[in-house]
């Protein structure tokens, strides 16, 4: 475990000042001063890490915004990581919206604006015959997790091109807050394969590629020469793709998930965290989970993601798979999603009702929207995907909870602004009867007397314990089981398990407990599905244990 012995240590001076994974600031020792060559450089006190805490959360403190609040917190990583994820670690619940979700929706927005110094890599298309060169300018040689993003639908606010850089940026440094990764071991990466966004198109003071997205053979054929790059660099890193397109994402997934080790978070990382907290939702009423009936608005890549999952954990609980597929409304654009559409996506094929089934439910015209839904399918499960803020309407709410004893309503959609409902109305709107878990941060809701609490049923809960549990056993695929374990352990975590009054998630306080038992249970899927070493489970304990980094000083030897 990382904290116990010296470090060797090569850079001086003014070097390791700048060097964040090594900057100590004020509390290098006299004799680490002395050897470094650091006298002069530092005021005279030698402080503690404690007090460097007490004065780093202070000057967040300082910042009026949540927005300053990221810049100071990114300049803060910038500067010293340890003395960052361990001011992270203290105040999680508070500095997590800061660090990503919903804050790091503006700092994309605003990602050239608020450039200060490197981070990561940027992969940009006009450079394509010099992805090696690029490559080995990566700034570290042992990297065990990526995350890397085209920019092309940065949570529900689209197209950020460049400035999609800071999804990995806020990724990986939950891989290290609440997974517990050595965050000298971990890469965001870019692929600048332009933007569609006029604004940035327009910005004087944009970073990026200047040029409308490519597409098509050019598109992929970018992407397999990226992927070889990476295999080549770093054979066995753990690779997780975020924030690409639909018309992408499944795609990409499927080209190389038996090729690498690999995921897609907002596919399989989502569809896992909501498949954990469903699970728990059901327990509390009292229900079976091959008891639900399950209505979607919005059917991309998340939200056919998450019924796929959901329909394997109704078959993996006794359901055939024509009984579970008949569970599932898919509501997008063009409405309920049946058989006699054309245009439809690989990814929403299986999930589509037969025409003959639906004909007639259309309240207007052909269309047959989410409320002709509820009126007919009778769900018990509403899940929002959609981006589109308030579509969860009074109307559709109400009308569910008629039929349903507790309904169990999931307005997804990041950042907040993109919500489909707020809880506080859901609440209200049901007389207190919902279950409900959103994809951003909302206070706990007060409804005559009694206080709910809003799980944030976000992939924070799932992928930094995944990776910790992939990197730690050596596994060399993830799969759809390895997947569900990682959803059942978060469910079996959740204080509503053992309080009728609890929270459909673990607190956030907690996190880093729940990312270990994750860990141990994809680990553990891992090898009794033959993609990961056998071992014992005393022996996959002490490897877990080995893994994980924290943030602590420890002694420094020149070298």
Same mark, same amino acid.
């Given at each position: 475990?990382?904290?116990?012995?010296?470090?060797?240590?090569?850079?001086?001076?003014?070097?390791?000042?700048?060097?964040?994974?090594?900057?100590?600031?004020?509390?290098?020792?006299?004799?680490?001063?002395?050897?470094?060559?650091?006298?002069?450089?530092?005021?005279?006190?030698?402080?503690?890490?404690?007090?460097?805490?007490?004065?780093?959360?202070?000057?967040?403190?300082?910042?009026?915004?949540?927005?300053?609040?990221?810049?100071?917190?990114?300049?803060?990583?910038?500067?010293?990581?340890?003395?960052?994820?361990?001011?992270?670690?203290?105040?999680?619940?508070?500095?997590?919206?800061?660090?990503?979700?919903?804050?790091?929706?503006?700092?994309?927005?605003?990602?050239?604006?608020?450039?200060?110094?490197?981070?990561?890599?940027?992969?940009?298309?006009?450079?394509?015959?010099?992805?090696?060169?690029?490559?080995?300018?990566?700034?570290?040689?042992?990297?065990?997790?990526?995350? +890397?993003?085209?920019?092309?639908?940065?949570?529900?606010?689209?197209?950020?091109?460049?400035?999609?850089?800071?999804?990995?940026?806020?990724?990986?440094?939950?891989?290290?807050?609440?997974?517990?990764?050595?965050?000298?071991?971990?890469?965001?990466?870019?692929?600048?394969?332009?933007?569609?966004?006029?604004?940035?198109?327009?910005?004087?003071?944009?970073?990026?590629?200047?040029?409308?997205?490519?597409?098509?053979?050019?598109?992929?054929?970018?992407?397999?020469?990226?992927?070889?790059?990476?295999?080549?660099?770093?054979?066995?890193?753990?690779?997780?793709?975020?924030?690409?397109?639909?018309?992408?994402?499944?795609?990409?997934?499927?080209?190389?998930?038996?090729?690498?080790?690999?995921?897609?978070?907002?596919?399989?990382?989502?569809?896992?965290?909501?498949?954990?907290?469903?699970?728990?939702?059901?327990?509390?009423?009292?229900?079976?989970?091959?008891?639900?009936?399950?209505?979607?608005?919005?059917?991309?890549?998340?939200?056919?993601?998450?019924?796929?999952?959901?329909?394997?954990?109704?078959?993996?609980?006794?359901?055939?798979?024509?009984?579970?597929?008949?569970?599932?409304?898919?509501?997008?654009?063009?409405?309920?999603?049946?058989?006699?559409?054309?245009?439809?996506?690989?990814?929403?094929?299986?999930?589509?009702?037969?025409?003959?089934?639906?004909?007639?439910?259309?309240?207007?015209?052909?269309?047959?929207?989410?409320?002709?839904?509820?009126?007919?399918?009778?769900?018990?499960?509403?899940?929002?995907?959609?981006?589109?803020?308030?579509?969860?309407?009074?109307?559709?709410?109400?009308?569910?909870?008629?039929?349903?004893?507790?309904?169990?309503?999931?307005?997804?959609?990041?950042?907040?602004?993109?919500?489909?409902?707020?809880?506080?109305?859901?609440?209200?709107?049901?007389?207190?009867?919902?279950?409900?878990?959103?994809?951003?941060?909302?206070?706990?809701?007060?409804?005559?007397?009694?206080?709910?609490?809003?799980?944030?049923?976000?992939?924070?809960?799932?992928?930094?314990?995944?990776?910790?549990? +992939?990197?730690?056993?050596?596994?060399?695929?993830?799969?759809?089981?390895?997947?569900?374990?990682?959803?059942?352990?978060?469910?079996?975590?959740?204080?509503?398990?053992?309080?009728?009054?609890?929270?459909?998630?673990?607190?956030?306080?907690?996190?880093?407990?729940?990312?270990?038992?994750?860990? +141990?249970?994809?680990?553990?899927?891992?090898?009794?599905?033959?993609?990961?070493?056998?071992?014992?489970?005393?022996?996959?304990?002490?490897?877990?244990?080995?893994?994980?980094?924290?943030?602590?000083?420890?002694?420094?030897?020149?070298?």
């Amino acid at each position: 475990m990382s904290g116990a012995g010296s470090i060797d240590v090569t850079e001086r001076g003014s070097t390791l000042l700048y060097n964040p994974l090594l900057n100590k600031a004020t509390a290098f020792s006299y004799e680490e001063r002395d050897e470094l060559g650091l006298f002069g450089l530092l005021p005279p006190h030698i402080e503690d890490l404690e007090s460097q805490i007490r004065r780093a959360y202070q000057a967040v403190g300082t910042k009026n915004t949540p927005m300053g609040k990221h810049i100071y917190l990114r300049q803060l990583q910038d500067t010293n990581e340890t003395l960052f994820y361990a001011l992270i670690g203290r105040y999680i619940t508070e500095m997590l919206p800061l660090v990503y979700t919903p804050t790091v929706g503006q700092a994309c927005q605003q990602f050239s604006e608020i450039y200060r110094r490197p981070r990561g890599l940027f992969v940009p298309y006009p450079r394509r015959n010099v992805m090696h060169k690029i490559m080995e300018n990566a700034p570290l040689d042992h990297v065990e997790a990526i995350v +890397v993003t085209d920019g092309e639908r940065i949570l529900g606010l689209g197209d950020q091109g460049a400035g999609g850089l800071g999804i990995p940026i806020g990724k990986l440094s939950l891989y290290t807050a609440c997974g517990s990764i050595d965050p000298a071991t971990t890469l965001p990466i870019v692929l600048d394969v332009g933007t569609n966004n006029e604004e940035r198109l327009k910005d004087p003071l944009y970073i990026g590629w200047r040029n409308e997205r490519i597409s098509g053979q050019d598109y992929d054929d970018f992407v397999d020469l990226f992927v070889q790059s990476i295999k080549a660099r770093y054979p066995k890193v753990l690779l997780q793709w975020e924030d690409f397109a639909q018309q992408h994402a499944a795609p990409i997934l499927e080209r190389y998930r038996d090729r690498l080790l690999t995921f897609n978070d907002d596919i399989q990382g989502t569809a896992a965290v909501a498949y954990g907290t469903l699970l728990a939702a059901v327990h509390a009423t009292g229900s079976k989970i091959t008891d639900m009936r399950v209505a979607f608005l919005g059917a991309g890549s998340a939200g056919c993601g998450i019924a796929m999952q959901i329909r394997r954990g109704m078959v993996r609980n006794g359901l055939s798979e024509a009984e579970a597929a008949e569970r599932f409304f898919m509501v997008d654009r063009q409405g309920l999603l049946h058989d006699g559409m054309t245009g439809l996506l690989d990814i929403q094929k299986p999930l589509v009702q037969p025409k003959d089934k639906v004909a007639g439910w259309a309240s207007e015209g052909e269309t047959i929207s989410l409320e002709d839904v509820v009126d007919n399918a009778r769900p018990n499960v509403l899940v929002g995907v959609s981006g589109q803020p308030n579509t969860f309407t009074e109307s559709i709410i109400r009308k569910l909870a008629k039929h349903a004893e507790r309904p169990i309503i999931f307005p997804l959609s990041n950042p907040t602004s993109r919500c489909e409902a707020a809880p506080e109305d859901i609440i209200n709107w049901t007389d207190g009867k919902a279950l409900v878990a959103t994809g951003s941060p909302f206070d706990p809701v007060t409804y005559k007397d009694k206080t709910f609490e809003i799980a944030q049923s976000n992939n924070v809960y799932i992928f930094p314990g995944l990776g910790l549990g +992939v990197l730690a056993s050596g596994a060399r695929r993830i799969s759809n089981e390895m997947m569900m374990a990682a959803a059942e352990a978060l469910a079996a975590d959740a204080p509503i398990m053992s309080d009728p009054n609890g929270s459909l998630l673990a607190h956030l306080e907690d996190i880093q407990e729940v990312s270990r038992d994750i860990a +141990v249970a994809v680990a553990r899927e891992a090898q009794e599905q033959g993609h990961a070493p056998e071992t014992s489970a005393e022996e996959l304990d002490a490897k877990i244990k080995a893994k994980i980094w924290e943030p602590v000083y420890r002694p420094y030897r020149a070298v």
